[in-house]
């Protein structure tokens, strides 16, 4: 009835995400790879949380 009030659970995540995925980008143009692929993976590991989030909402 009231789940205009809610917040999204996911908004948090999302904003983490675009902030791993900008750093990334600006390790990946600086030349340090290995930092690249860390935050890479921290990216890919939240947007998975995402995805179960959103999965368990539609059921």
Do not use: C, N, V
């Not at 659970?9 to 030349?31: N, S, V």
């Not at 790879?33 to 995805?51: C, F, H, P, V």
């Amino acid at each position: 009835m009231f789940s205009f009030l809610k917040s999204d659970p996911t908004k948090k995540l999302r904003k983490q995400h675009a902030a791993l995925l900008e750093q990334a980008m600006h390790a990946q143009r600086g030349g340090d790879i290995r930092t690249y692929s860390k935050l890479s993976t921290e990216a890919e590991d939240i947007y998975k949380k995402i995805q179960e989030i959103e999965a368990a909402e539609k059921l």
